[in-house]
């Protein structure tokens, strides 16, 4: 069955680094998005990527952060900065269609700023 | 602001036992209505609601929605340990590409 795959699935960096995580979406899906979930708080939507731009973002997804998809098969998100408050477990999510109609997770990467 | 709210926060039960979880909802352009449950980590599809009163079924889930009163019940008849996971509700909305999401029932199926 096809998923979403993310990498690595867990991260540990420095404060002041900066981070790439990494996706590859389902082959056929057109629509891709990040979330994050900080331990014991809600999923937050990041950002959502349509034919190689970004149709929407949260107020959380400022300057430091940037999605890209450089090539057919990976969807990427960039932090460039990172702070102790961007720890949280990062969720990329596909869809077929628009409006995120059953959107399909993968399995997150732990991000760990110390 | 649009806003999600479930309850209860959290339920323990016995195998065997019925639950009903609840979400409603506050936001603008109201499209649909998805169930998910997250175990270890990512969140998997459970349902999706759309029209109000029209029961979905998989198994000993359902699901139903009311537009009017602006929320939505998940059920588990005859719940087993496998059952134990976080019960996330979600909207999406009429215009835009996110999903508003709920924080969740953590529910925990003792045997």
């Known amino acids: 069955e096809p998923e979403v795959t993310q990498t690595p699935s867990h991260q540990v960096t420095q404060m002041g680094q900066e981070v790439i995580l990494r996706c590859v979406p389902i082959?056929?899906?057109?629509?891709f998005y990040w979330y994050r979930q900080i331990l014991g708080q809600k999923v937050e939507f990041l950002v959502s990527f349509y034919n190689n731009e970004i149709s929407e973002k949260s107020e959380i997804f400022d300057d430091q952060f940037s999605v890209e998809r450089p090539d057919g098969s990976n969807f990427t998100l960039k932090i460039r900065s990172t702070k102790l408050e961007d720890s949280a477990m990062y969720f990329c999510?596909?869809?077929?269609?628009?409006?995120?109609?059953?959107?399909?997770f993968g399995q997150g990467t732990r991000l760990t700023v110390v | 602001e649009d806003k999600v709210v479930q309850s209860p926060l959290s339920l323990v039960v016995h195998e065997g036992d019925t639950v009903t979880l609840n979400c409603s909802y506050e936001v603008t352009n109201f499209r649909s209505l998805l169930w998910y449950k997250q175990e270890k980590k990512a969140p998997t599809f459970l349902f999706m609601l759309?029209?109000?009163?029209i029961e979905k079924k998989s198994g000993r889930l359902s699901s139903i929605l009311d537009k009017k009163e602006l929320f939505s019940i998940l059920n588990i008849t005859a719940t087993q340990t496998g059952d134990s996971a976080v019960y996330l509700c979600a909207v999406v909305l009429e215009y835009g590409n996110k999903l508003v999401f709920g924080a969740g029932t953590i529910l925990r199926v003792k045997s």
């Open positions: 999510a596909s869809s077929g269609r628009q409006l995120n109609t059953e959107a399909f």
């Open positions: 759309t029209s109000s009163g």
């Open positions: 082959s056929n899906h057109l629509y």
